[in-house]
């Protein structure tokens, strides 16, 4: 089967620092990707992890640990555009397509 | 460059009407999806193609068709629509071998009453 795990809702400060966690359980895994969603619009590509580490892609970061099956988003200095849903999206070889979850809707406040 | 681009942006049917949402792309993408968006469901895949002529089931693919005649267009068709069907749909594209990114079209919200 496949799942995935993300908090459903975050709330953080503008110029803070949130980081938002995704673990996942998939068949034939590649890669984790982000997307993020602003109300009424299409998914937008963020950053990408196809090994283990730390991708960084200006303010939003990202990291990949394949052998816990776990990942997370980091965005720095916090604006209120930065308020939006996110959502983690592993990448299945054997389907040739991302998995969805349900996202994680991030509210920045002043 | 449009990159994709979904027709119609919005739609009201009645239970029972057909009708045939297109997805056009012009990156010459070989992969195309189509997915619905429901509140609190995040996105769910309908069906995909992974070329031109070929089209495969996704994890919710009952009660809709597709079709995929051109590599640039993906057609999704309601034979009978159902109120169960309202949502937002999405198109997406990626090249081969791209597996991190997909193209999102702009939606296209559908009302079935």
């Known amino acids: 089967g496949q799942s995935l795990e993300q908090p459903s809702e975050v709330t953080a400060v503008e110029g803070a620092i949130v980081q938002i966690n995704c673990t996942y359980q998939?068949?034939?895994?590649?890669?984790l990707s982000w997307y993020q969603q602003h109300d009424g619009g299409a998914p937008t590509f963020l950053s990408y992890?196809?090994?283990?580490g730390l991708e960084e892609t200006g303010r939003f970061s990202s990291f990949l640990s394949r052998s816990d099956s776990y990942g997370y988003l980091l965005l720095q200095e916090l604006q209120m555009k930065d308020s939006a849903s996110y959502f983690c999206a592993p990448f299945q070889t054997g389907a040739n397509n991302l998995f969805f979850g349900t996202g994680t809707r991030l509210t920045v406040i002043p | 460059n449009a990159g994709v681009t979904q027709t119609p942006k919005f739609r009201v049917l009645k239970t029972g009407q057909s009708m045939t949402l297109l997805c056009a792309q012009d990156m010459n993408h070989e992969y195309m999806y189509w997915y619905r968006q429901d509140p609190g469901m995040g996105l769910r895949l309908i069906h995909y193609s992974v070329g031109e002529g070929t089209t495969a089931k996704g994890e919710v693919p009952d009660g809709y068709n597709v079709s995929r005649l051109k590599k640039q267009n993906f057609l999704l068709g309601l034979e009978s629509a159902a109120p169960s069907q309202t949502s937002v749909y999405f198109c997406a594209s990626r090249p081969m071998g791209g597996t991190d990114t997909q193209y999102f079209g702009p939606g296209t919200r559908l009302t079935v009453l």
């Open positions: 998939t068949s034939g895994f590649y890669g």
């Open positions: 992890n196809a090994l283990d």
